[in-house]
């Protein structure tokens, strides 16, 4: 790149002209303008050869026009993705400049372009939303360095090419397909469920990138204030947004905003903003190739929470080219059945739209622990992601169906889906006015046997759901969310200052903190961390807090402190051995200590538990239950330990059954020692939420349930009609069988004795 400061020669910038012009020449032929082209470059930037690649559908790179190979080769030489130096370029979506190009690995020979005697190569991608749509190659004989200028040239070259190729200024759309798309017929596309729920109305199309009109300047330093200008109106909108949302989404949903609006201010986004411009680009050009770049550099990261962080620069671009054009935000009109549908989206563009118009999301992209996915669940509502190629196969107004229940998305739905889904949606509303009706009712089953029945939550807004759901309390709030969503590392006062909303909401209801649970699929990058090859069973939860006991410490100090004169339960995650809960426990007393020499209050009851996930502690409950005051089954981590099958791999997340005989077997022991003891358990995975499932766990005697929010109330109404005398029996048979699964057993069972699942 060109020094900060730096302005593109005048030399380059009529080149740019030159090649719009030669583009531009509206009455030749598409083929002519292309020769044209490499050949001006060619000769500007003393090259022997250019070349230019364009993609087909098929994601083949074709020779669309060259200067200095064989001209027979153009449309001819096909190169696959990845394949040689070209499809290299495409792959890493960035230039590639080698001396001596044959001795590269990547190097493919194609003997019909003759390009035999070249040595020296540099190639640049032409971007077009950070997908390479074409290569652009210069070559020499001699072997030699390209300079950073050079690159610098090129890469703008580049822009300048794909802008028109995109365009369909240059080649019809029909010209670069392979295969045509029948976008009106109904689809059905499987994504991930990111937010639950069900709704179904007419795609909205998020705001598409605008296209830059104009890409260079004749006026650099009149760019520069006009691009100062729109990012001091850009960051006066987000504070004003944050200033509005400080009522509406308290905690981790609220530092979300407070975290995209940080980005705004990153230097390194800034200063390559105006770099852009200083080398001679429109300020809508320039933030158009910094977010092309931005997004072909992310999209090579192989960290999920790198990759996710584009997704808010990309945002952040897109919100800058609507200011530069003069639009404001809140003036799109909606129907009032609006299914968004958006590639990926950051925080502050969803909480634009108004919500009692809003019914549902889609994404392309984005994971369940996006910005957008949580700010989409504080909100309730419905979102699937990764829902590969949806925005090509929609127009605005295409009635769609998000189904968040499942993760599918239904496009133009056949009239008789589409009455199933309204069915759906009936007997969700019924049951929601059921189960509020068994809010104050107790849990108790017909033969006498009380269950306590609790919520998971993670986000402040999941506090909601306490009154909402009549839950006795929480059984397992999730303390990593604030780490999460926060782009450092939270402070004590932030921490302490989470963990006393939650205790005042819960108010005389025990709540149950897990310590920090990050690593495996939860990565911060303010945490330096080593690659592991199997991240799930590497250096994650307590191992991390206990290899960095700062951490740790900090994390129990905000909560002591913020439980000062109340009851307060902590309980650490992924404990596989004995001395790792003494360790963990240890440190709790060393806080408590430094806590009482400063006068400090401390919690009038303190109770500290471990989550029993790790298989390794089943033969090991004599030693450890003595050491608590309390254990939690994460039946998540637990199953998925015993049967080696990651829950989160789809090829073989259902190669075993939850409902088996040997987890069954597993979680009896544990409650028998449990009982033996006098040691308190509880379940607090996913397993607790499903009837059927717990309806098997209250039948093994477990009495003390932790579910989602939407678990609650299914899970009430089946205890008020379960008689657990008569079940163990026939669970007690279940045991034994030699069967992979008993889970159509135990429905047999259910609905023999007319239990409600």
């Known amino acids: 790149m060109m020094p900060a400061g730096g302005a593109m020669t005048r030399g380059p910038r009529i080149l740019l002209r030159q090649i719009r012009e030669a583009l531009g020449a509206g009455a030749a032929p598409a083929q002519d303008r292309l020769d044209m082209v490499v050949r001006i470059i060619a000769r500007s930037m003393v090259a022997e050869v250019c070349s230019i690649y364009l993609r087909r559908a098929s994601g083949e790179l074709e020779l669309f026009a060259t200067e200095g190979l064989n001209p027979d080769a153009v449309h001819n030489t096909r190169l696959r993705a990845g394949e040689g130096l070209v499809g290299e370029v495409a792959r890493l979506a960035q230039p590639v400049s080698l001396s001596d190009a044959p001795s590269h690995p990547s190097f493919s020979y194609r003997p019909e372009t003759g390009e035999d005697p070249y040595h020296a190569f540099l190639g640049a991608p032409l971007l077009r939303g950070g997908r390479a749509i074409g290569v652009l190659v210069v070559q020499n004989r001699t072997e030699r360095r390209y300079d950073e200028d050079e690159v610098e040239d090129i890469q703008t070259i580049a822009m300048v090419l794909a802008e028109t190729v995109a365009s369909g200024e240059l080649l019809a759309e029909d010209e670069l397909r392979d295969v045509e798309v029948a976008p009106h017929r109904p689809e059905r596309l499987k994504g991930q469920r990111f937010a639950e729920g069900l709704a179904f109305g007419h795609a909205v199309l998020h705001e598409a990138p605008l296209a830059p009109e104009r890409l260079l300047s004749d006026d650099p330093a009149m760019e520069e204030a006009r691009l100062k200008l729109a990012l001091a109106t850009l960051k006066s909108g987000l504070d004003a947004m944050l200033d509005g949302g400080q009522g509406k989404l308290a905690g981790p949903s609220f530092e979300v905003l407070e975290t995209y609006r940080m980005f705004a201010d990153d230097r390194g986004w800034n200063r390559s903003l105006e770099e852009a411009v200083r080398n001679g680009l429109t300020a809508e050009a320039a933030v158009d190739r910094v977010r092309n770049e931005h997004r072909a550099r992310f999209a090579q990261a192989r960290d999920p929470y790198i990759r996710e962080r584009l997704h808010d620069f990309e945002d952040l671009a897109n919100r800058l080219l609507r200011v530069l054009a003069g639009d404001k935000p809140g003036e799109r009109e909606l129907p009032d059945d609006a299914i968004l549908v958006a590639r990926n989206l950051g925080p502050a563009d969803l909480l634009e739209y108004p919500r009692d118009k809003l019914k549902g999301l889609l994404l392309e992209e984005g994971s369940a622990a996006s910005h957008a996915a949580i700010v989409a669940r504080a909100l309730q509502i419905p979102c699937v992601g990764r829902l590969m190629g949806l925005r090509d196969r929609l127009s605005e107004g295409d009635l769609v169906i998000a189904d968040g229940e499942t993760g599918e998305a239904y496009l133009r739905p056949r009239p008789d889906m589409l009455e199933a889904v309204q069915s759906r949606m009936a007997v969700r509303e019924q049951r929601r006015a059921e189960f509020a009706q068994l809010r104050d009712t107790p849990a108790v089953t017909l033969d006498g046997q009380r269950i306590s029945l609790l919520t998971n939550a993670g986000l402040a807004v999941d506090l909601e759901n306490l009154a909402e759901t009549g839950a006795e309390g929480i059984g397992l709030f999730r303390t990593e969310f604030q780490f999460m969503v926060s782009d450092e590392l939270p402070r004590l006062t932030a921490q302490t200052a989470l963990y006393r909303l939650v205790l005042d909401a819960a108010g005389d209801r025990p709540v149950t903190f897990r310590t920090l649970d990050i690593g495996g699929d939860k990565v911060l990058p303010y945490l330096e961390a080593e690659r592991e090859e199997n991240p799930a069973l590497g250096r994650r939860a307590i191992r991390l807090g206990l290899d960095r006991p700062s951490l740790l410490r900090m994390q129990l100090r905000a909560l002591l402190t913020a439980a000062a004169g109340r009851e307060l339960r902590v309980m650490f995650p992924m404990i596989a051995t004995v001395d790792e809960f003494r360790a ?89 020692a449990c009982a033996d003891t006098g040691t308190p358990v509880s379940i607090c995975g996913e397993l607790a939420g499903r009837p059927l499932e717990a309806f098997a766990l209250i039948t093994l005697g477990f009495t003390r349930l932790s579910a989602p929010a939407g678990g609650v109330g299914p899970v009430k109404r089946m205890i008020l009609s379960a008689d657990l005398t008569a079940a163990r029996r026939g669970l007690n048979n279940l045991l034994n069988l030699s069967t992979g699964s008993v889970r159509n057993e135990i429905e047999s069972l259910a609905r023999k004795l007319n239990v409600v699942v």
């Not at 409950?621 to 989160?648: C, E, H, K, W």
């Open 584 to 672: 963990a426990r240890e440190l709790v007393d060393i806080e408590c200590a430094w806590a009482r020499r400063r006068g400090r209050p401390l919690p009038a009851l303190l109770r500290v538990g471990a989550m029993v996930e790790c298989p390794s502690l089943l033969w090991h409950l004599d030693a450890l239950l003595p050491l608590t005051d309390f254990v939690s089954i994460g039946t998540n981590d637990l199953f998925q330990y015993m049967y080696a099958a990651d829950r989160t791999n789809p090829l073989v997340s259902d190669r075993y059954d939850p409902l088996s005989p040997p987890t069954l077997r597993a979680l009896q022991t544990i409650q028998k």
